[in-house]
């Protein structure tokens, strides 16, 4: 067992099952790992109060060529948490309601930008209420428990997210206000970021000072640096070793020397007002270009038939349409 007073965490093995136990505000959240879904890629048990989520997250191990993050985040919160059974005929639940959804939405905002640029694997995460008490919400948890699997997972990070709620009532501020100090505070606030920055704000509240929000922001991301030292030493301790090999980024020789050979062109190209027309004469630049740098002269020529081209001819597009901007603007 591992303690450490000054960030307020516990360390315990038993040997293939990891905990961490710390305080967020005056309740206790734990993490466990290894007890059940040692096959996924990255599994954890995130637990407040008698409320648990469990969280997995895989990959597929072939890459795709999809010029978007592959990611694909489900959220379930079934009747069984609670002990009650659906009351439709099958007695079955059915596909994700919306709130579902929105939760599911809220655990991918803050995490979406955190996997390495280049990251090509179909990758999914799921998150299943286990038990809910009536008392602790789900959606944060949720969101630190998906982002424990993914800091344990061998799927590369910029950094490891964590978020909290953060409620005013009688002008103190509350951490993870349960749902009867909710319905009294003047505001519910999720903030979700690392331990430097924030990444997403949502909530709702009555009328407050402008003041009072900032100093609520200020509250919530000072637990979230916490809470983010704490997960990322228990990543240090027990997380895989990240998988670097298989990142597609595109060098920056190879879109230097496209901006600098086809630049011009593309930019005349873009300013061609008729849609389909410009659809035609940028589908051949495409060829040209890709021919180009494919041939065996070139010396990128390995890497390039790899690329997703538009992700090579973002910097030129950026550029062109910078260029342009500044020329409308002159003119006017």
């Not at 996997?115 to 209420?129: M, R, Y």
Request: charged share 25%; net charge positive.
């Amino acid at each position: 067992m591992v303690k450490n007073t000054k960030n307020y965490y516990t360390i315990t093995s038993k040997a293939h099952v990891h905990q961490v136990e710390t305080n967020v505000g005056d309740k206790k959240l734990r993490f466990e790992t290894g007890k059940i879904g040692r096959l996924a890629d990255g599994a954890t048990i995130a637990q407040m109060g008698d409320t648990i989520v469990y969280s997995t997250i895989c990959y597929d191990k072939t890459t795709t060529s999809s010029d978007i993050t592959p990611l694909r985040v489900d959220y379930f919160a079934r009747f069984s948490a609670i002990g009650e059974t659906t009351g439709n005929y099958l007695r079955r639940d059915c596909r994700g309601d919306d709130q579902e959804i929105l939760i599911a939405r809220l655990i991918d905002r803050p995490i979406r930008p955190m996997l390495l640029e280049g990251w090509k694997h179909d990758t999914q995460i799921l998150s299943w209420v286990l038990s809910y008490d009536k008392k602790h919400p789900s959606e944060t948890l949720a969101i630190n428990c998906a982002s424990m699997a993914l800091a344990l997972s061998d799927i590369p990070v910029e950094n490891i997210i964590s978020a909290v709620d953060v409620g005013i009532i009688n002008g103190e501020f509350l951490l993870n206000p349960t749902s009867e100090q909710r319905k009294k505070s003047d505001l519910v606030l999720t903030i979700a970021g690392t331990k430097k920055d924030i990444l997403m704000i949502e909530g709702l509240s009555n009328f407050i000072t402008e003041q009072q929000l900032l100093k609520a922001i200020k509250v919530g991301h000072d637990e979230i640096s916490k809470l983010c030292l704490v997960m990322e030493e228990f990543q240090g301790k027990f997380g895989k070793k990240k998988k670097r090999d298989t990142l597609r980024t595109i060098p920056p020789s190879l879109m230097e020397n496209i901006d600098k050979l086809y630049g011009e062109k593309i930019m005349n190209i873009l300013q061609v007002k008729e849609k389909h027309a410009r659809h035609k004469l940028m589908t051949s630049a495409e060829a040209e270009i890709l021919t180009k740098f494919q041939s065996s002269s070139c010396s990128v020529s390995s890497f390039a038939i790899r690329i997703d081209f538009p992700q090579a001819l973002e910097p030129t597009g950026y550029r062109t349409v910078g260029k342009h901007q500044a020329i409308r603007e002159k003119s006017n």
